[in-house]
């Protein structure tokens, strides 16, 4: 089974948005941070475009051994 992935979009300083990726458990307690942006975007909205591409990213990534065992 695998865990739920959370995406956040935070704000650390003002004008400067971040994401996140969070892994929980099958609970959605206990977050760890999976992923996160290696730059601050300018807007909530690029910052959360490419927090869905990097989930994106991470469901292929995570299907791939899966889709391998039946071929």
């Known amino acids: 089974m695998t865990q739920p992935i959370e995406l956040i979009i935070e704000e650390p300083a003002l004008g400067s948005y971040v994401w996140r990726l969070l892994e929980t458990d099958t609970d959605g307690a206990n977050p760890k941070v999976l992923r996160d942006a290696f730059d601050p975007a300018d807007t909530y909205e690029a910052a959360l475009a490419a927090g869905k591409r990097a989930l994106q990213s991470e469901i292929r990534?995570?299907?791939?051994?899966?889709?391998?065992?039946?071929?």
């Open 61 to 71: 990534r995570r299907a791939a051994p899966a889709q391998a065992q039946h071929h």
